[in-house]
């Protein structure tokens, strides 16, 4: 699936930085089963467990290689649980960086993710859709120029 573009080269300009005393901490996603995303989610993506109940909600908090936090999940029946797999992937994604966008898609699909699109941009970087085992989209981000730290 070719996915639409926005605007030019425009959008690429330097930004200024962030204010001093805001970071971004993380994003909440709740979800039927907690416990076996966690999982998959540490198996599959390199992620880990940086806190978590072993109770209900089972919340877990899910950190990066250089241990920052950044997606909680949790399964708590309070709200509905989205039904993430019915909105496109360009309405929402957990985005992941990889020096090898096609290896890490043929890794995911073989571990229950199902492959959504594939698109080189302009500047040759690589960006492919997959949604996990619950549907979430998944994007993996193969940069020609990657984000600083990466």
């Not at 962030?18 to 909440?28: D, V």
């Not at 709200?79 to 360009?90: E, F, S, V």
């Not at 995911?108 to 085992?133: H, Q």
């Amino acid at each position: 699936m070719k996915l639409p573009r926005g605007g030019g080269a425009a959008l690429w300009a330097p930004v200024q930085p962030p204010t001093p005393g805001m970071k971004f901490e993380h994003l909440a996603l709740n979800v039927p089963d907690a416990r076996a995303m966690s999982r998959w989610y540490v198996e599959h993506l390199g992620l880990a467990v940086l806190r978590r109940r072993d109770d209900a909600p089972y919340t877990h908090f899910l950190g990066d290689e250089g241990g920052r936090v950044f997606l909680e999940v949790y399964s708590n029946p309070a709200a509905p649980y989205p039904d993430y797999g019915a909105a496109h992937p360009l309405v929402f994604h957990v985005a992941f960086f990889t020096p090898d966008a096609g290896a890490a898609q043929q890794k995911l699909v073989a571990a229950g993710a199902r492959a959504f699109s594939d698109e080189t941009m302009p500047d040759g970087s690589r960006l492919i859709f997959v949604r996990d085992p619950w549907g979430v989209p998944v994007q993996l981000c193969q940069r020609a120029q990657p984000f600083p730290g990466f």
